[in-house]
């Protein structure tokens, strides 16, 4: 595979801290990689660096020449009038650039909602997001590197994302992704570059092979230590008691990776979960009763009806997942639970015993010059788990990653990532019995969400998430509903694979209703088209089995005059001329195939 990238002894520190140091490493074409790390570990800088963004203080980076690389930054940088259609497609008019079916693909799945013709400045943030994100991805580069490319996608165009990129590394094009949507990494990478401490490891496989080598590795870690404090006991042993007997040395067997979890029991124990929600919350949570959510157009269109007439009963301990398309009413039905909005019509009850907490997606109660630790020790210095231990706000900011200087850093001044986990922490600092979580893992790293699913998994109330990550919502939730678009909320038992498909079926339905219905005067005409098609598919093999023969036959000559170099120079010149005639028949076939299947 040809090298595109090398980065060869890097280092870069901002201030005091080092993110990379002496770290090598490299890209070929067809590689698809995943960048794994905490927040502020490094991740994004390893990406600036190797696309020559940024600078390193130390080490070097090579780039193959004429090597064409891509880049889906986290902000994105439009000029201020500039069109949908000029960052995508350079301005071109649809019957050129939809004339490409790759191109017309991409941009029906990721802006089939947005007009082309619409100014980029008056885009929301995700659609500004998926505008780049069809730009990089219909630019034809050697390598493309997308820094959390599921941001603002929902589960649908996720799913078609890692199979189009999937499609692209089989052609060749190299990926380097940052992501902490677990699934899509899994769907999508075949190595993963952890990033930590300064350093970059590498692991072959997907999020899941990860997974599987990192414990390997800790256990193998531990198991080292294990022997050398044993080696410093015995060491010790021989100082005071002088030479010791002779023992034998001891052996060390990797277990394979099913048995590093074979003893390791299910997530949590939903009967033992169910029975503590009953006694904390009774017996009713919500029930919706003739609900109907109808919003009205801001642009002075017809309403939009969200739901209608739904009814739905929501227990105790129940774990459910909410699916949808953008759109669909996902982030209205949280908030009609919280009663933060009412309906249009019916009414939704809540329990008396209820106490609820609601992550919506904006981060605006935080505020930004209060510090990390008062901000947490005002509601309360003191909490009790769910295994009803007793942790202190100080512990708990620990296990989500504020440690250091970073519980008294002003709010203001934390990333995105950061004021998200804290906006989380501080909704289960309040000890709720109902957790409502609207996309929880926006901007959240992996190793906080392992975290967070941990307590979730012992966390006795009622769960009700909305999110396009795939894979904590199979981790954290026990059924799936879907939003349909048509005002319905079902139940899927089948889970997100049912719902992938119920979506594939209506599009291809759609598709099959927008083409035209064959008049009588038209099958004639398809059926002419049909036959001369091939007619000229037959012409044009004819004509390359006549070429193939004479090809044949000159490289048997050659093969005769092989010593006479004047006769040789002579066939050559004829042989050329014969495979640029081929070449032009060829791609006369192509297109008259093309022309056949079209007709049909």
């Not at 009038?81 to 350079?90: E, H, L, P």
Request: proline share 3%; charged share 30%; glycine share 8%.
């Amino acid at each position: 595979m040809a090298n595109i990238v090398n980065a060869e002894r890097v280092g870069k520190s901002f201030g005091t801290r080092t993110l990379l140091d002496d770290v090598s490493l490299g890209l070929s074409s067809g590689d698809v990689v995943g960048v794994v790390g905490r927040n502020g570990d490094g991740k994004t800088t390893l990406l600036s660096i190797l696309t020559g963004r940024l600078e390193p203080d130390a080490g070097s980076v090579t780039w193959a020449s004429g090597a064409s690389i891509g880049f889906l930054a986290q902000s994105d940088e439009f000029a201020p009038d500039a069109s949908v259609r000029d960052v995508i497609v350079g301005g071109e008019p649809d019957h050129v650039w939809a004339a490409n079916a790759i191109t017309r693909g991409i941009v029906e799945h990721l802006l089939g909602d947005v007009p082309l013709d619409a100014a980029v400045a008056d885009l929301s943030g995700g659609e500004r997001r998926r505008t780049a994100l069809v730009a990089v991805m219909l630019s034809g580069h050697d390598l493309i590197v997308l820094d959390e490319p599921t941001n603002h996608l929902d589960v649908e165009a996720v799913h078609w994302l890692a199979a189009h990129l999937n499609d692209l590394q089989r052609g060749g094009t190299a990926l380097l992704i940052v992501s902490h949507d677990r699934w899509f990494l899994d769907a999508v990478c075949t190595r993963i570059w952890e990033v930590h401490d300064g350093r970059v490891d590498a692991y072959d496989g997907g999020y899941a092979a990860y997974v599987l080598a990192r414990a390997e590795r800790g256990r193998q870690a531990a198991a080292n230590e294990a022997r050398r404090q044993n080696l410093a006991r015995k060491e010790l042993a021989w100082l005071r008691r002088g030479a010791p007997a002779r023992t034998s040395k001891p052996r060390f067997r990797i277990e394979a990776a099913n048995a590093l979890i074979a003893d390791v029991p299910d997530p949590r124990d939903t009967l033992a979960l169910k029975r503590f929600s009953v006694a904390r919350l009774g017996k009713d949570v919500f029930d919706l009763e003739h609900v109907d959510v109808t919003l009205p157009d801001p642009d002075g269109g017809p309403a939009r009806e969200l739901f209608r007439d739904l009814n739905w009963s929501i227990g105790p301990g129940d774990r459910i997942g909410i699916v949808g398309v953008n759109g669909s009413g996902k982030s209205t039905l949280l908030r009609l639970l919280a009663h933060e909005q009412r309906p249009t019509r019916g009414r939704v009850k809540q329990g008396r015993t209820l106490r609820l907490a609601h992550l919506s997606q904006a981060v605006s109660e935080l505020d930004d010059d209060e510090r990390v630790l008062d901000s947490v020790n005002r509601l309360k210095r003191e909490t009790r788990l769910a295994t009803g231990e007793e942790a202190s706000a100080a512990q708990l900011l620990e296990e989500f990653g504020f440690t250091g200087d970073r519980l008294v850093t002003r709010i203001g001044e934390l990333s995105g990532g950061e004021r998200r986990r804290l906006q989380l922490l501080r909704l289960l600092m309040h000890e709720p019995n109902v957790l409502l979580l609207d996309e929880p893992t926006n901007d959240l790293d992996i190793d906080t969400l392992t975290v967070v699913e941990d307590y979730l998994d012992t966390w006795p109330g009622t769960l009700i998430v909305v999110s396009h990550d795939r894979y904590f919502l199979e981790r954290v939730i026990d059924v799936v509903y879907a939003l349909l678009g048509d005002g319905r909320c079902v139940l899927l038992p089948g889970g997100v694979d049912a719902y992938l498909e119920h979506r594939r079926r209506i599009t291809e339905a759609a598709r099959q209703a927008a083409k035209p219905a064959p008049t009588a005067s038209r099958a004639a005409s398809t059926a002419a088209e049909q036959r001369r098609a091939k007619k000229e598919l037959a012409r044009l093999e004819s004509q390359l089995h006549r070429l193939a023969e004479r090809i044949d036959k000159l490289h048997a000559e050659m093969a005769a005059q092989a010593s006479d170099y004047g006769r040789l120079a002579a066939l050559q010149q004829q042989l050329d001329a014969l495979s640029d005639e081929r070449d032009e028949l060829e791609l006369a076939w192509l297109e008259a195939a093309e022309a056949l299947e079209e007709a049909g």
